[in-house]
């Protein structure tokens, strides 16, 4: 038995040995195919979990229920359910059908804010106790916010402030609504940023007339105003007819004509911010309103005392008609209703008024050499100066910066101060005296800017000059030998400075620009 055991073991040590060898002298390449020709073994599948997928999609989409909830009709939600879908601190829901109207997805905007892009629902709920939690700090006890969001949003503002992209551009849509066809197709302005005028020559050019299509306001053009917001000018003359013309510098179209008959027209001023023009006459105790927006006319009559409105101004608010009178009177009237509100005394009559651009204070000048300054608020004479070598005044003018002041006498004079020393001293001292006039000043106009004083004199032929303010000189170019503006009435700057309109004695509104502003 040991024998055949021997032997046994020696067959089968045979064969392992045997295999070893086969095995080590298989190529590779049936390894190769033996490994990848194989059947791959299925990984198992997982099973299908209705409650895990059903959790899942609450998690990433919120729950349906909530949805088919609010889509409710307005007349089914009541005032309560909107308090609970909106937040009570910060807004207040008066009519349950107005909010419904303008509020969305739990906010409600006013006119003034702009709409929210994007609204984490979130953010109501999170509180600034829960966000120093998550980020382990502390924060002082102190703090009037409650929730994180209002905590972040006013310590950006403390740090950086508003940004420009954040800010609310209001426009003014007030005339986008006007019915009116002269207001209608003009264009508005908005003032330019212009350089420095430069002195002795001044870049102008002469256009077309505003009233060369019509030419019938009369021989005496007596009034010629551009619109404070739009590109309309009105042309007014004794002969009782007031023009509107769409200002190009081309063409200047007519836009409308207004004729009253035996009613010369001494003054037509634009106010209550361009939608109507008041009319007055030198003859007559009575004006006329002329309404842009409705195109009607309407006759006031003046109040007891006033005889004429030959001379007048409008208060820079609008609110406020200064009117002069008779030995000395100034009669002070409501713009809106015409009615008398004060009346003002002076020791000799009074020929020229104008109001201080803060529309606190006016300034009035006669036939005397002094300068009255009244408080309009207790209307009452605060002060009085004496214009130097003035014997009798004939116009007065002040810059709408409030820095220079302009008088004009009958001896073809003009002084130029500063406005503070005229306030202030009993005998101001003048910036400037400009004699190149040598008959009596009619009338006196500064540009908006500042920089322009345009004076004219009706009693001679080109009677005209420009001066230049920061230098106190004289445009030598304009008028040239050249230019025939006749007997010069009345003086007006366009809005921007760009036109310059000026009247005269021939029927005429003859119309430059100044090519040194940009803009109308």
């Keep these: 038995m040991s024998k055949f055991k021997q032997k046994y073991n020696i067959k089968t040590h045979e064969v392992t040995v045997n295999k070893t060898i086969t095995k080590k002298r298989m190529s590779t ?6 490994k990848f020709t194989a059947p791959l073994k299925k990984k198992r599948k997982s099973k299908y979990d209705p409650k895990e997928e059903a959790r899942l999609e609450r998690i990433v989409f919120g729950d349906p229920s909530d949805i088919i909830n609010n889509l409710s009709n307005d007349e089914d939600v009541s005032e309560s359910n ?11 829901a008066n009519d349950v059908n107005d909010d419904l109207n303008t509020q969305s997805d739990g906010v409600i905007y006013t006119e003034d804010q702009k709409k929210v892009a994007w609204i984490d629902e979130d953010d ?5 106790q829960d966000a120093t939690k998550a980020q382990s ?30 800010e609310l551009k209001k426009t003014n ?13 003009s264009c508005h302005l908005e003032k330019p940023k212009t350089k420095n005028l430069p002195k002795n020559i001044i870049d102008i050019k002469a256009l077309t007339p505003i009233n060369k299509q019509t030419h019938t306001e009369g ?9 404070p917001s739009s590109t309309v000018a009105l042309v007014a003359g004794t002969s009782g007819i007031l023009s509107l013309f769409q200002v190009d510098g081309i063409e200047n179209n007519k836009l409308h004509t207004m004729q009253y008959k035996k009613f010369p027209i001494s003054t037509a001023k634009f106010f209550k911010d361009g939608t109507e023009i008041l009319i007055g006459s030198q003859y007559y105790p009575h004006c006329h309103s002329y309404n842009l927006i409705t195109g009607k006319t309407y006759k006031i009559s003046l109040p007891h005392g006033i005889t004429n409105m030959k001379r007048y101004e409008v208060s820079p608010d609008g609110k406020l008609l200064v009117v002069c009178g008779r030995m000395g009177e ?9 009615e008398l509100i004060g009346t003002l005394k002076m020791n000799s009559t009074c020929k020229a008024i104008c109001f201080n651009p803060n529309g606190k204070t006016l300034i009035t000048h006669g036939d005397g050499s002094e300068m009255y300054i009244w408080d309009l608020n207790s209307r009452s004479c605060i002060h ?74 009706s009693k001679k032929y080109n009677a005209f000059k420009m001066v230049h303010l920061p230098s106190f000189t004289v445009f030598s170019n304009f008028p040239s030998f050249q230019t025939n503006i006749s007997m010069p009435e009345a003086i007006d700057f366009s809005p921007g400075s760009g036109y310059l309109g000026l009247s005269n004695r021939s029927g005429s509104a003859f119309l430059y620009r100044l090519k040194h502003y940009g803009n109308y």
């Design 124 to 128: 109501a709920q999170y509180s600034v």
């Design 219 to 227: 021989p005496i053009i007596s009034s010629i105003e551009f619109h």
């Design 29 to 34: 390449k049936t390894l190769y195919n033996s």
């Design 82 to 92: 909107i308090n609970k879908t909106i937040n009570n601190d910060t807004l207040e």
């Design 330 to 338: 100034i009669f002070v009237l409501s713009s809106s209703s015409k």
């Design 384 to 457: 009085r100066a004496v214009d130097d070598g003035c014997l009798s005044c004939s116009s007065i003018a002040i810059s709408s910066s409030g820095q220079f002041l302009a008088t004009g006498s009958k001896e073809g004079v003009v002084n130029l101060y500063n406005t503070e020393t005229v306030l202030q001293n009993r005998q101001p001292v003048p910036l400037k005296v400009i004699l190149n006039l040598t008959t009596s000043i009619t009338s006196l106009k500064f540009n908006s800017h500042s920089e322009i004083l345009a004076m004219a004199s």
């Design 173 to 185: 849509n007030e005339f986008d609504d006007l019915d009116n066809d002269i207001l209608k197709h």
């Design 137 to 166: 700090r502390k924060l002082p006890a102190d703090i009037p916010e409650k929730l994180y969001k209002d905590f972040l949003q006013n310590k950006y503002k403390e740090i950086v402030g508003i940004p420009k992209w954040a």
